[in-house]
């Protein structure tokens, strides 16, 4: 009977174990959106990726820079769960 209650205590601790070292995976860990404004549309994303953020482009007519980061959503600053899209407003010049 000894040996019994030692594998169940075994087996509850395994179990408990395991169920403590699932938990914190299943939480998203959050991080900043970093401040992308201005940069180059490389340097930006680059930024982005090592943040563990999933850039997306999208262009916009604009008098800055061509190429230049005019605006980020969600903003610089947010905290966001890793693997969040950031959309990136790239200049596209002033237009026609």
């Known amino acids: 009977m000894t040996s019994t209650r030692a ?10 174990g395991a169920g403590a070292a699932a938990a914190p995976a ?3 860990r959050k991080v900043s959106v970093p401040n992308v404004v201005g940069l180059a549309k ?4 680059a930024r982005l ?7 997306h482009v999208v262009y916009v007519k604009s008098l800055k820079n061509v190429g230049t980061v005019v605006a980020e959503r969600p903003r610089a600053g947010a905290k966001v769960k890793t693997g969040t899209r950031v959309t990136l407003s790239i200049s596209s010049g002033p237009g026609p």
């Not at 169940?8 to 408990?16: D, G, K, N, Q, Y």
């Not at 490389?42 to 994303?45: E, L």
Request: no cysteine; glycine share 0%.
């Open 7 to 16: 594998a169940l205590a075994v087996l509850l601790a395994l179990a408990l």
């Open 26 to 28: 299943a939480v998203a």
């Open 42 to 45: 490389a340097t930006a994303q």
């Open 49 to 55: 990726r090592t943040a563990r953020l999933r850039p």
